[in-house]
């Protein structure tokens, strides 16, 4: 594998989901595969548990990891060709790319959407620019457009929870004080539509994500409806996604919060959030505190997921 930034990077879904749940019951089993080699993880924005759970992934196989911060230490990057460099921005993104991949094996990469250009957001600018100049493997550690780590995640969490073959699996848009990024929806989405079960989505209207992600997902604007007898219910607030609308905050409507009152119309639905997650906006207390609140083996996820993908970079190298 070269690069990974979507779900048809890992080819048959079902072999993937069964190597990570190898690759969980003994994490140590591959430690000789990165001897020698080293990850770097280039953030250009924060993280919590991808910087924590990918590292480990790296440890467990064996891999030195080096983690650089773009915009705590290091020279700010001009991204774009053609700029006269006579502002704040010390280093061209062109020459920094190959000098980064000269230090390692293995590349991840953080870089959000701006919002500032839906274009650049959507064409993967910063990720696609590792993939062609550093000369070596590149996963997303979330991107402008997916977070595909996530996913994988949520998908194995899914398989180790579901009691029916095919689980009703609801995304459901929350509200949230800020504008963020269509990422893990979107992979989300990627996956599910990918995956053996009943996929629904819901939000309010406005909130449509990219057609490329939503395929044949039934898409359902009343959320009561929506989480009928759902399996699983997936909270995430997103930006809107269409013209002339992108990035923006189009509701912070608190009825779309995902309370005791929205789960009880489920099928006694396992929640499930990326993390972090804003309390009391997004989900309410008593709900993620509840049993049927699998955010922290999801979490836990993380590692096996960024496992199951660097294993199969080293297998390639
Ligand atoms: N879910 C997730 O990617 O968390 P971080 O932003 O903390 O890495």
């Not at 996913?151 to 509200?175: C, M, S």
């Not at 009391?280 to 979490?299: G, R, T, W, Y």
Request: hydrophobic share 40%; proline share 4%; net charge neutral.
């Amino acid at each position: 594998m070269r690069t990974y930034t979507n779900v048809k990077d890992l080819g048959d879904l079902n072999a993937a989901v069964k190597e990570a749940l190898e690759v969980k019951k003994n994490r140590f089993a591959y430690k000789s595969l990165g001897e020698n080699k080293t990850l770097l993880m280039v953030f250009f924005n924060s993280s919590l548990r991808t910087r924590l759970s990918t590292q480990k992934a790296g440890m467990n196989l064996g891999m030195n990891t080096m983690v650089l911060d773009i915009n705590q230490g290091a020279w700010k990057l001009e991204t774009e060709r053609g700029v006269i460099m006579d502002g704040d921005k010390s280093e061209h993104i062109l020459e920094a790319i190959p000098v980064m991949g000269s230090y390692c094996d293995i590349i991840g990469v953080r870089a959000f959407a701006q919002f500032e250009n839906k274009e650049d957001d959507y064409q993967e600018k910063i990720l696609n620019q590792f993939i062609q100049y550093s000369g070596k493997p590149v996963f997303s550690m979330e991107a402008a457009t997916g977070h595909p780590l996530q996913a994988f995640a949520d998908l194995i969490t899914i398989e180790e929870y579901k009691k029916t073959a095919r689980p009703k699996v609801v995304l459901t848009w929350a509200p949230h004080p800020k504008a963020l990024p269509q990422a893990v929806p979107n992979s989300f989405a990627d996956f599910m539509n990918e995956a053996d079960v009943d996929f629904v989505i819901t939000h309010p209207e406005g909130y449509n994500l990219d057609p490329k992600f939503v395929r044949g997902a039934k898409v359902e604007y009343d959320q009561d409806k929506a989480l009928a007898g759902a399996d699983f219910v997936y909270a995430k607030n997103w930006a809107a996604y269409a013209d002339p609308n992108y990035g923006k905050i189009l509701s912070k409507d608190m009825s779309w919060t995902v309370t005791s009152k929205k789960m009880a119309l489920t099928n006694n639905a396992f929640f499930m959030h990326c993390l972090p997650v804003r309390r009391n906006m997004i989900v309410s207390d008593d709900v993620i505190e509840s049993p049927q609140s699998i955010v922290i083996p999801e979490a836990a996820n993380r590692e096996i997921s960024a496992q199951t993908v660097i294993k199969r970079m080293l297998e390639s190298l």
